[in-house]
C-alpha cells in the first residue's frame, strides 16, 4: 500500500474549555453569534416537533403544519398499537408522510401543500417478483402545479433538488437501513456495508483560520468486511472529499486507528463556532446514525456501496421514508404480496425494520425541526 498523507497540523476544537462533540445540531444562533448547544433529554419527542413547528414555521403555515402533525401522531400511535404486521406499513407511512408535510412548510420550501401528491409510486419490473423486482418511480416537484411531498422532503432534509423522474431500486434501498442490515446480509449471503466510526474531530487551525474533520476509524473493523481504504472512500462517496492521513496507535487495543481528514478545510473569521454547521452539513448527507438510549446517544457509520448502486444511494431518512412507503403501497394494495414478503428470506429485516426503525426516525426528525439533538435517556 502506497505511504499516506502526513496530516494537517492542528488541534480539536474547544469551546469554553471543552472539546466540541460532533453532532448534526451543535450550535445555536443568537442574534449575533453561534453558541454551543447540549443534547435535550425527551421521552416525548412530539412535543419538541411541535415546539419546532411554532419556533420555525412561517406563520401563515403554521396551522396547516400542526394540523399535519396531529394526524402524523395518531397514525403513529395507532401502529405501535397493533400486533398485524400486514397493517402496520400503512400506518407508519401515512405517519412519515404528515411528518413530512409538516417538516417541508416548517422549512418554508412550501407554502402550502393543498392537494399536494405523493410523488412517488411503486412499479415491478419484467421479471415481476415482488420485492426483488420492485422499484419506486420519484417524481419532481411541482408537477402541473401540484407539489409532490417525496421530492419536497428530500430537499427540506439535504437540500437536494430533484428536477428530472428517476428510479429508485428497492433491493438497493434495503441495505442502507442500519435497523435489521445484518439479517439483510444472511439473507443476500452478503457482507456488511456499514463502517461504525470511532469518532469524528472537528479540527481547527487557529493560525491559518481553518477547520476541517477527520474520521477515526479501527483498522479491524476494515479488516473484519474485507475492506480496502479506498473501497472505504470510494463506496462511502468520500473520495473526492477525504483522504487518508497517517493513523494512531490505539491505546486500547493492538490495532492502529485509521484517519481520514478532509481535503479542503473552511476558513472562518473572528470566531470557529460561527463556520461549524456549514462544516456538518457537507458531510452529514454521507453519514449514517443510530440513536441510542445510553451513552453514546449516537454513533455514526459509512454506508459502503457497491459502484452499481452508489447512484441510488439517499440520505439516511429518505431511505427509511421510501421504503416505508414501498411496503405500505402493497400492504394496501396487494396485502397477499405483503404476506409473502413477511414469509421471505427478507422477512427478517423487515420486521426489525417496522419495529425498530419508527421510533428512530422520529427522534431524528424530531431533531431536524427542533434545530438540536433530541435524545432518549432512561428516567430512573
Not at 418511480?137 to 437536494?160: C, L, T
Not at 454513533?299 to 414501498?326: G, K, N, W
Not at 426516525?361 to 430512573?380: G, N, T
Amino acid at each position: 500500500m502506497p505511504p499516506v498523507a502526513t496530516p494537517r497540523a492542528g488541534k480539536p476544537v474547544q469551546i469554553k474549555g471543552r472539546q466540541l462533540r460532533f453532532s448534526y445540531w451543535p450550535m445555536y444562533r443568537t442574534k449575533r453569534r453561534y453558541g454551543l448547544q447540549p443534547q435535550v433529554y425527551a421521552t416525548n419527542p412530539w412535543a419538541l416537533i411541535r415546539s419546532g413547528v411554532l419556533a420555525f414555521c412561517p406563520a401563515a403555515s403554521r396551522p396547516e403544519a400542526l394540523a399535519y402533525l396531529s394526524q402524523a401522531k395518531f397514525f403513529f400511535d395507532a401502529a405501535g398499537g397493533i400486533d398485524e404486521w400486514a397493517a402496520k406499513p400503512l400506518l407508519l407511512y401515512y405517519s412519515f408522510m404528515n411528518l413530512a408535510k409538516a417538516y417541508i412548510l416548517t422549512r418554508n420550501i412550501r407554502s402550502t401543500l393543498d392537494r399536494a401528491r405523493h410523488g412517488v409510486s411503486e412499479q415491478l419490473r419484467v421479471g415481476k417478483r415482488e420485492l426483488l423486482d420492485a422499484y419506486l418511480e420519484v417524481y419532481p416537484s411541482p408537477v402541473s402545479g401540484r407539489p409532490n411531498v417525496f421530492a419536497d422532503f428530500w430537499q427540506a432534509i439535504s437540500g437536494h433538488l430533484l428536477t428530472n423522474r428517476i428510479d429508485l431500486d428497492v433491493p438497493y434501498l434495503l441495505p442502507q437501513v442500519v435497523a435489521g442490515h445484518r439479517l439483510w446480509c444472511e439473507a443476500n449471503e452478503a457482507t456488511e456495508r456499514f463502517v461504525s466510526l470511532n469518532d469524528i474531530a472537528v479540527m481547527q487551525n487557529p493560525t491559518a483560520k481553518e477547520l476541517w474533520l477527520v474520521l477515526h476509524i479501527n483498522a479491524g473493523t476494515l479488516s473484519l468486511h474485507g475492506m480496502s481504504h479506498k473501497q472505504l472512500l470510494d463506496g462511502s462517496l468520500l473520495q473526492t472529499d477525504y483522504r487518508e492521513v497517517e493513523s494512531l496507535p490505539n491505546s486500547t487495543a493492538n490495532e492502529a486507528t485509521l484517519r481520514f481528514e478532509q481535503r479542503a478545510p473552511i476558513t472562518y473569521g473572528h470566531r470557529p463556532s460561527d463556520k461549524i454547521p456549514a462544516l456538518v452539513a457537507k458531510l452529514r448527507d454521507r453519514l449514517w446514525a443510530v440513536a441510542n438510549f445510553t451513552r453514546p446517544f449516537r454513533e455514526y457509520y459509512l454506508y459502503v456501496a457497491p459502484a452499481a448502486e452508489r447512484s441510488q444511494v439517499l440520505p439516511q431518512l429518505m431511505s427509511v421514508y421510501a421504503i416505508t412507503f414501498y411496503l405500505g403501497s402493497i400492504a394496501r394494495y396487494r396485502p397477499q404480496h405483503f404476506d409473502g414478503v413477511i414469509g421471505s428470506v427478507f422477512g427478517g429485516q423487515l420486521q426489525e425494520f417496522l419495529s425498530s426503525q419508527p421510533t428512530q426516525f422520529l427522534y431524528f426528525l424530531a431533531s431536524d425541526f427542533a434545530k438540536r439533538e433530541i435524545v432518549r435517556a432512561a428516567l430512573v
